[in-house]
């Protein structure tokens, strides 16, 4: 695998890097290359072979399309039909977003290779922000189809090292361009006269979609981690006039009624991920476990007290084995309502988890630090830098967003048994966050 390393490159250097890369591109070749999202794996998508390389390289299931980037939006004829005919609210959302973290999904164009589309008359299309892959592009001379530079299922790639463990030998070029910025992938959206239907949460939020298009905002079904959310008005609220604490004691008073607790977990499901999608999928993330680290994720969210408590008392259970000795059906019900493991209500409180917990099973967290369980293992424990201890929602789901992989990954090379995440509440930005752990949980998400 060739590797061209451009992060503070001169002009020349970057020049000949990526005319390099182009090439090979633009002859069939793979070359993974930064966003501002997350790493992706470039092929070109007028090429069946290269997109097929694609999967195959990824180990991604056949039926999961990909996105087709440009450099230019005068590309857009080489990519879809009859782009002189875009919607007023499309052209709009391109105005805005692009380049950036949109993927609109449009008519597909002839030139586009069937594996692209699997199945679909369809073609999601984005313009990345990122310099090193507009100049990529530009170089290879033809759009380039690429989904996360990652093995399939796997947390996406920010770092070049990250792409490199999971696909060294499998392509034939890493442009490294140092770590990216936002972290999760873009918001894939499709905008029709009556409005507009979110397939994955991203950068840009259903709200500033609603702003600018003027349009209702709907989350397809099938969107995981989206409890409580289900239409965003033209005006950019949240359909059901919520917001705030009352929001939020509305929300569980939702959960409540409805028996839920809020996401569900039971291991091996996906909460809302994939369970009402069939026949051709129009958008990556929709379907197939995504995001995972080897190490099982179990994520609360909701009440800050609550969730240190929820996380304490589930570090106390794992070292007591109750997560192993099921306590019966009552006990796991009553358990699970408090976001603990089953067999946890049994178990002697006030012992906050240390570094013994570590050591006999090694627990990560990520938490906001006004949730960090006293007495917690500091070399097991992510909180974001910031100039105070106590940070709100938003600033929270900004440092998530973008250190979310990161850190799934960097626990999994420490070898943790188990990684406990502070989530947020879904919406802005933090929808896109919560999408994301609840595949990474697959499931295993509660609000408390």
Not at 428 to 441: C, D, E, I, Q, S
Request: charged share 25%; with cysteine.
């Amino acid at each position: 695998m060739k590797w061209w390393r451009v992060e503070g490159a001169d002009a020349n250097t970057l020049r000949r890097a990526l005319a390099e890369a182009g090439a090979v591109l633009r002859d069939g070749g793979l070359v993974a290359f930064p966003t501002e999202t997350v790493y992706g794996l470039g092929a070109n998508a007028w090429s069946e072979a290269a997109a097929r390389r694609v999967f195959a390289a990824k180990g991604r299931p056949a039926d999961n399309p990909l996105i087709v980037h440009i450099a230019d939006r005068a590309e857009l004829a080489g990519v879809i039909d009859h782009p002189q005919a875009l919607s007023d609210a499309v052209r709009r959302a391109m105005d805005v977003f692009w380049p950036g973290p949109l993927t609109l999904i449009l008519p597909a164009g002839g030139r586009i290779a069937p594996a692209v589309r699997p199945g679909m008359e369809t073609v999601g299309v984005r313009m990345p922000a990122h310099p090193v892959a507009q100049a990529l592009i530009r170089a290879a001379g033809c759009p380039v189809a690429a989904p996360s530079a990652n093995r399939s299922g796997r947390p996406s790639p920010t770092s070049a090292e990250d792409v490199a463990e999971d696909l060294s030998g499998r392509i034939d070029g890493l442009v490294d361009g140092g770590p990216c910025g936002i972290g999760v992938e873009s918001t894939v959206a499709w905008i029709g006269e009556d409005g507009v239907v979110v397939y994955r949460p991203g950068g840009v939020t259903p709200e500033q979609l609603a702003k600018v298009t003027g349009l209702p905002v709907r989350l397809a079904p099938g969107v995981a981690g989206a409890e409580g959310v289900d239409a965003i008005g033209a005006s950019g609220a949240d359909a059901s006039g919520e917001s705030g604490e009352a929001g939020a004691n509305a929300g569980r008073e939702r959960d409540a009624r409805a028996g839920t607790g809020g996401i569900q977990g039971r291991p091996g499901a996906h909460a809302g991920d994939g369970e009402e999608v069939s026949g051709p999928i129009r958008s990556p993330g929709m379907k197939y476990r995504h995001y995972a680290p080897r190490a099982p994720v179990h994520v609360w969210w909701g009440d800050a007290g609550r969730v240190r408590e929820a996380m304490a008392d589930f570090a106390v259970a794992a070292r007591a084995g109750a997560h192993r000795t099921m306590a019966g059906a009552e006990d796991a019900k009553s358990a699970s309502a408090k976001g603990q493991p089953a067999g946890a209500a049994q178990t002697e409180r006030g012992s906050a988890p240390g570094s013994e917990v570590a050591g006999e099973m090694r627990i990560a967290l990520i938490a906001r630090p006004q949730t960090v369980p006293r007495g917690w293992d500091p070399a097991w424990v992510w909180v974001p830098a910031a100039p105070e201890s106590v940070l709100d929602d938003g600033d929270y789901a900004q440092a998530l967003s973008r250190h979310l992989y990161r850190l799934l990954r960097a626990f999994d090379r420490q070898g943790a048994d188990v990684i406990l995440v502070e989530g947020v509440r879904p919406e802005g930005l933090g929808l896109a966050v919560m999408n994301r752990l609840a595949k990474a949980a697959e499931g295993r998400v509660r609000r408390v």
